[in-house]
């Protein structure tokens, strides 16, 4: 992993600290408009990986499938959007992404949204691995300017509006998987570079320990706050 001096690092912090307040201020005013029960239908699309009830699934040795209840329909959109345009890729999602027109993902991102969101499931890792993953959800590191997810994913990690996704009670190997993407680049699909940011000064095992916990989190429907 490459590291960078730390003025490079005050500067980048700037950039996000600047990113938060210009982040929060758009509203998805299309999405007032949706209707659920097309976007339901939509979502036949989507269930053999998403499950029905959006709650998404993991199998041993393959690609996690993120759950998308309960998260911001402004969110869902735009990422929907960025896997039709390829600003996201991913050979498995980016085909259903094509076959929506804008209306139906509008309609189908509002869907998933009105769903209750995942709750939080046990780990199996172990305790000092969670604790880990807590200090750095809550509190980050500041020696190593990895800043404390909270801060921008919102009260109890659940969301904050359309740009900042919920995170709680994900599937711990989809937010391995997203953060190792950011890391590495292949997802780079962030605004401005927030999460990359973050990603890169994080370990392997600091990435393990922060998804584990996440996943053990429940917080409230985000697409209600
Ligand atoms: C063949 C399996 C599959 C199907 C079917 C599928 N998806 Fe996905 N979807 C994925 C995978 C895998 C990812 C994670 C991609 C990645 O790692 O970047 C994903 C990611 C997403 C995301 C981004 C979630 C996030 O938190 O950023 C959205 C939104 C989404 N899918 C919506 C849909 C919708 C709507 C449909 C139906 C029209 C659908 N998907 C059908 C596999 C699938
Ligand atoms: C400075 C603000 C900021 C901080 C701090 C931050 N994030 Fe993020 N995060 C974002 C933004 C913005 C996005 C959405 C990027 C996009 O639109 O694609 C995001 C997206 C994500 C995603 C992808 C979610 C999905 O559904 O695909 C994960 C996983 C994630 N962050 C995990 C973390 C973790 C873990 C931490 C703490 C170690 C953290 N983030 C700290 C701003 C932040």
Not at 110 to 133: F, I, K, N, V, W
Not at 145 to 156: D, N
Request: glycine share 8%.
């Amino acid at each position: 992993m490459k590291t960078t001096p730390r003025p490079a690092h005050a500067a980048k912090l700037r950039t996000l600290v600047a990113g938060i307040t210009l982040f929060a201020a758009s509203t998805p005013a299309a999405l007032m408009a949706a209707d659920l029960e097309a976007g339901k239908a939509s979502a036949a699309l989507c269930v053999a990986c998403h499950q029905a009830d959006g709650t998404g699934m993991a199998v041993p040795n393959g690609e996690p499938w993120p759950a998308l209840a309960g998260m911001d329909a402004g969110y869902l959109l735009k990422q929907l959007q960025d896997f039709k345009a390829g600003a996201r890729t991913n050979a498995s999602m980016q085909p259903f992404a094509q076959m929506l027109n804008d209306e139906q993902m509008r309609n189908v991102a509002a869907y998933y949204a009105s769903l209750p969101p995942r709750a939080g499931t046990p780990s199996q890792a172990s305790a000092e691995l969670l604790a880990h993953g807590e200090k750095l959800a809550l509190r980050g590191d500041w020696d190593r300017y990895v800043v404390a997810c909270v801060s921008c994913h919102g009260p109890g990690n659940g969301g904050v509006g359309s740009d900042f996704p919920r995170i709680a009670g994900q599937l711990p190997e989809y937010i391995k998987a997203q953060l190792i993407a950011y890391r590495d680049g292949s997802r780079a699909n962030d605004p401005i570079d927030l999460m990359s940011a973050i990603a890169q000064r994080m370990t392997d095992h600091d990435i393990e320990a922060v998804s584990a916990w996440l996943g053990t989190q429940s917080a409230p429907n985000s697409s209600r706050n």
